[in-house]
């Protein structure tokens, strides 16, 4: 076999191989391992602290347990309130120093991994804890929260 027709072998399978991969569907998840981590609903199942300064005291903390909290690309809703889409952007922080510096929190109570990845939701940050578990702050106060299964 000459060296032209070897390579036009070649550009054909090539050819093939990228036509292949423009007409594929796209997978049905999200494509950053972030965003897969965080999207979905997720239920508070305790408040585990708040900042010095929050918008609720320990009983309304208290009072958002079990409710779900709805993170997509499109929207983070909680309740009333839609905040609208974000961009899941994510850094790994040392979480005694990032909550004292960004929140004025403590890590104590929390549980943190260290380090933590925490992702910017646009209105509110959410720490990646374990599979299916997130800590989530809002309103001042941060809350445990489990993955909902639909």
């Given at each position: 076999m000459s060296i032209v027709r070897l390579l036009v072998q070649c550009v054909k399978i090539l050819s093939f191989v990228v036509a292949i991969a423009i007409v594929a569907p796209a997978p049905a998840y999200a494509s950053d391992p972030?965003?897969?981590?965080?999207?979905?609903?997720?239920?508070?199942t305790a408040a585990l602290d708040g900042a010095e300064i929050a918008s609720l005291d320990e009983r309304e903390a208290r009072q958002l347990l079990g409710k779900v909290f709805t993170i997509r690309k499109d929207?983070?809703?909680?309740?009333?309130?839609?905040?609208?889409?974000?961009?899941?952007?994510?850094?790994?922080?040392?979480?005694?120093?990032?909550?004292?510096?960004?929140?004025?929190?403590?890590?104590?109570?929390?549980?943190?991994?260290?380090?933590?990845?925490?992702?910017?939701?646009?209105?509110?940050?959410?720490?990646?804890?374990?599979?299916?578990?997130?800590?989530?702050?809002?309103?001042?106060?941060?809350?445990?929260?489990?993955?909902?299964k639909r």
């Open positions: 972030v965003e897969r981590r965080v999207t979905g609903d997720w239920r508070f929207k983070v809703k909680f309740e009333k309130m839609d905040c609208g889409g974000t961009e899941f952007e994510a850094q790994k922080v040392e979480p005694r120093l990032h909550l004292r510096e960004a929140f004025h929190a403590s890590s104590k109570e929390l549980g943190l991994p260290n380090p933590v990845t925490v992702v910017d939701l646009g209105c509110t940050s959410a720490f990646i804890t374990k599979p299916n578990h997130l800590v989530i702050f809002w309103q001042g106060w941060f809350f445990d929260a489990v993955r909902v």
